[in-house]
């Protein structure tokens, strides 16, 4: 049995973060619990280096402190 991660948006607050349920996930910006739904997946990926390369340059482009989140991006680099 294998899962997939998946990119989130919050419907509430719109903050995106990686998830591995299938159901529900939580949200780290406002702490809603809400419904995973196609509407709110924005990209799968059974890899998670690469569900978290999408959600860094979805990140990028919504943000207005990139340098913040460039430090992420480097930090798990090989
Ligand atoms: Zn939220």
Sequence with gaps: ?????????CPNC???????????????GCGRKNS?????????????G????VLLSLKMKGCSSPNNLFKFSRAGDT
Aim: net charge positive.
């Design 1 to 9: 049995m294998r899962g997939e991660y998946k990119v989130v948006s």
């Design 14 to 28: 719109g903050h995106l973060q990686i998830t591995f349920a299938e159901r529900y996930f939580v949200c780290r």
């Design 36 to 48: 995973i739904s196609s509407k709110c997946v924005l990209y799968k990926s059974e890899d998670h």
């Design 50 to 53: 690469d569900a978290r390369e």
